[in-house]
């Protein structure tokens, strides 16, 4: 009777280990359940700067109107996408932030727009480092002072022509050129 019983107390104990490792393991670290906020906002802001072909001048605006989302964060990526050998498209700056304490992510990205010379919006992203994603690193300053027409103009093997719409992506450690289809 004695052996039954403590073989009943064993299996419940078993039982519930096995279902508190279940839960943990699930849970922990997951996406699924962390909070997660996205927000859009369109604005118009014309550039302010004089040199309006200048990316640094350009750049200079971006930081402005992301300080009003985010204080102090970095930019880690630049995205320009444009048609007709630079003449319209846009620019993408990429302002990120990561806790690394709660694995959580901040992202700003503030639009650029080539042909109308104005900021048309701000996308906010918070939430787990498995769903929201970005370079993390602050871009160097190895093209920041080039101007637009001699950032379409560099030479990448990847494009043949800059004539065709055409994708160039600013990080950190690099400068990536590609063909781009909408």
Known sequence: MRAKRLLYQGFIILITLMMFMIINTGCYDNDDWAPYTRKNKDIDEALTA??????????????????IYVVGFPMTRITLTTEDAGMTGDIQFTFAEAYEMSNQVTIV????????????????EQGHGKRVSAPLEQIGDNYI????????ALDDPKVDHLDESVKIVLTRESLSAYPYQK
Not at 109 to 124: P, Q, T
Not at 145 to 151: F, R
């Open 50 to 67: 004089n040199e309006i072909n200048s990316l640094a001048n350009i750049i200079s605006d971006a930081n402005i109107i992301a300080e």
């Open 109 to 124: 990205d503030v639009f650029y727009d080539i042909g109308r010379r104005v900021f048309y919006k701000v996308e906010y």
């Open 145 to 152: 002072n080039m101007s637009l027409d001699e950032l379409f």
